[in-house]
């Protein structure tokens, strides 16, 4: 069920109506009933793998919470006797125990999501390196089926254990709130990546009917279908014109088709999560933001902390913070130091462990050099970016421009357009391509191009460019805007009639303008697919 | 104290860590800076930050960071 067809907006309907209508101690059992009806339309095998990854996260952290219970108890009850080295030994062979269980369950979840995301790209590569040795043995593709959103509800319930593991939380006690927790399906199709302490009060107290609520949620699905059918799906056709001919369609083509996907990339995704966060609010439930306005960011290290931020925290929560204080990378501080001396020595470490890092995220991406490469070269341009800071505060000292409205923008758009080129990545079918397509920007001078109305209709009508050029118009407003407050709260300030009519008028412009029929067809999101 | 202070001015040496409060929260520390503390408490100090630790409220002052290397010293 795609959250833009007509099935899914029944079945939401339907789940509204009977969770306000049941008593509200059974509404969470709704929701992971609810859960569990959709994940099984989707495919019915699908179940088996998140049943899998419920049962072994819930069954792990809770031997060990026992564990540190019991630690807790021994020691309350020796306080007296044991000594400080006693009280040392029996912490760590508990602690030993527990590392078992965590470590256990780690490799149970993440070896499910590699095998079953990775193991056809492993074999593609194996049966390359086999190609060029010149061998004619090949090994066979798999025929595995990735279940929807595993990337997704994989490293929210390795998050919640790892949570546990780090006594930063208690374990839950229910199987099945942790099912919920796991499964909610708002959150499936496309993240956010929810830590337990922030959604768990909220996915299981009783909600009553509140209408402002409700109707917050109302008006914030619409702007996500507005996002994600009005401008997504229409600038789809001409990105994908220009990716799938790169022969035809280079130099200046390749300039509009990467700001293009930015737009669509940014709507499509910030649209999805819109409708998760509205129809979360609409049944009372409260879903952290993962974006603030990331295109209003000044350099890529502030753009990742607006971009997917519960994807970003994760991996620096889970992976760069664990890696940067683990013995190799504090061994290799100890002896950069000592060999290249504090400047250079001190970075090293902390380079190596940010380049893991965004290799990591490429790959939990998508198991393809694509998205390694993409995942790899925002690490090394946020490397960049640190290892020139002292340049720029030089520069910053002796021009004092930074806060200028002019030097602003100027940062603003640089940003964008560094975010939109390495982008690219996600567009043309390998590596090399990407980069033959990136230099053909500068080397084809065929800029006349854009001034040829037939060339530039790449798959569109004039009328979907207008009602492409009005909608980025006030989606760029929008986000502007959000420095004033929530669209939402500034629309209840105004009369009922006129909001009630704005409301009605962002429906009938999705009915009317929305990405349907003939040439169109309502896609999944993009973020889906990984 | 003071052997903590020179270490946080070696990375940021316009800023008054003795009397500066909020270092995260307001944006002085960032997880670059986070992890070189971290490296350098553990060969100054001989004392390891384990990642649970690494908390905004355990590095947005130096009196909260010197109060968290007393503890797991101590510990």
Known sequence: MLFTSYEFWGFIACLFLLYYLIPRKYQWVMLLAASYIFYFLAHPTYLIYISVTTMTTFYAAMRIGQLLNVQKAHLELNKETFSKEEKQGYKSSVRKKQRKWFIACLLINFGILAFLKYTNFTIANINSLLSVLGTGERLTFMNVILPMGISFYTFQAMGYLIDVYQGKIKPEKSIFRFALFVSFFPQLVQGPISRFNDLSATLYEEHRFDFKEVSYGFQRILWGLFKKLVIADRILVAVNTIIKEPDEYNGVFVFVGMMFYAIQLYADFTGGIDITIGIAEVLGIRIKENFNAPFLAKNITDYWRRWHITMGTWFRDYLFYPLSVSGPILNLSRWSRRRLGDGLGRKIPVYLTTLIVWFATGLWHGSSWNFIAWGLTNGIVIIISQAFEPLYARFHNKFPVKGKPLYSAFEVIRTVLLMSAIRMFDCYRDVPLTFRMFGSMFTTGNFSALFDREVMKLGLSGADYIVLAAATVILIASGIRRKEGSMRDRLEKIPARRRYLMIYLLGVIILLFGAYGVGYDATQFIYNQF | ?75
């Open chain 2, 1 to 75: 104290m003071n052997e903590l202070i020179s270490i946080l001015n070696g990375l940021h040496p316009d800023v008054d860590f003795a009397e500066a409060e909020g270092l995260v929260d307001n944006g002085v520390l960032d997880s670059f800076d986070i992890i070189s503390l971290v490296a350098e408490i553990d060969s100054e100090f001989d004392v390891r930050i384990p990642a649970e630790e690494i908390l905004p409220e355990n590095f947005n002052s130096a009196k909260a960071l010197y109060e968290l290397i007393t503890r797991l010293g101590d510990n």
